[in-house]
């Protein structure tokens, strides 16, 4: 089953998804697999209106996808997590019924930690050391796994400020953890999470895949292409979007995002 990867989306799935959309038909995909991190953007945590129109698009986007006969699978990202649990972040919209909604949509979208595809495991941040997935890591969450979330999401590495040794299915850094502290039982593995310049493979810790290509620096400059991963039978190829150049127009043409509430 051809499918495609999409990195980390930040309140840009009405920029991406539609490219996703393009790509996905011309390369005749069945199956797409979105990395998490929904929500949340430098500067915009305040912007009500910005988030409801990202979280419809996101929503109608995904429902037709699926009503095509397209599998959608939705992974949780640590951004996404606080909306779940309640226990906000610095960086999580604070007003309370857009959290509420936050919540609903991710529920019925059926939001999970991970998914297997061919050899490959696939989650925001990876598997460290000698972690292991739970089984109901591959389900859609429900309100009986909102603990071991919150507690999964405050496992913050010293390479991502916080206290641990390393971090977490949501936090692991790419280049300072997930590669160091190579999972032998998984060497197959594709993340999103840490900004790349483009799909970015670690050959001496096995096959490892990091495609957050779509993060922008604070004053909203691509970090990435905007590449995606396309995955069949075990191989993966890039795929190129015009990404990168839509952003800098939108940037400089002061379009990209709404004016704040």
């Given amino acids: ?22 790509k996905a038909k011309q ?23 910005l988030y409801k129109e990202e979280l419809n698009f996101l929503k109608v986007w995904v429902q037709a996808q699926r009503s095509k006969k397209i599998e959608v699978i939705c992974l949780l990202g640590n951004h996404d997590v606080p909306y779940l649990t309640g226990n906000l972040s610095y960086y999580s919209m604070q007003d309370a019924a857009m959290i509420q909604e936050i919540k609903a949509t991710l529920l019925l979208l059926g939001v999970q930690i991970a998914a297997k ?14 972690e292991k997935p739970k089984e109901w890591y591959f389900t859609a969450v429900d309100s009986s796994h909102l603990a071991e979330l919150n507690q999964l999401e405050k496992m913050v590495g010293k390479a991502r400020g916080g206290s641990n040794e ?57 970090i990435g292409n905007g590449a995606l ?33």
């Fill in 117 to 130: 595809v061919d050899e490959f495991l696939i989650s925001h941040a990876g598997f460290l050391a000698d």
């Fill in 27 to 49: 390369e005749k995909v069945e199956r797409i697999v979105l990395l998490g991190d929904y929500f949340d953007q430098w500067g915009q945590t305040a912007n009500v209106n």
């Fill in 1 to 22: 089953m051809r499918t495609l990867v999409v990195g980390d989306l930040h309140l840009l799935g009405s920029i991406i998804l539609p490219l996703v959309e393009e």
């Fill in 229 to 261: 991963l396309l995955l069949e039978d075990g191989q993966v190829k890039g795929i190129a979007t015009k990404f990168s150049t839509i952003l800098l127009n939108k940037n400089l043409a002061n379009t990209l995002f709404c004016l704040e509430d």
């Fill in 166 to 222: 390393i971090g977490s299915v949501f936090w692991a850094d790419y280049h300072f953890e997930l590669a160091p502290f190579y999972n032998r039982n998984y060497p197959k593995q594709i993340v999103g999470h840490t900004p790349v310049t483009k799909i970015t493979r670690n050959k001496a810790a096995g096959y490892l895949f990091g495609v957050d290509t779509f993060s922008l620096t604070s004053d909203y400059y691509p």
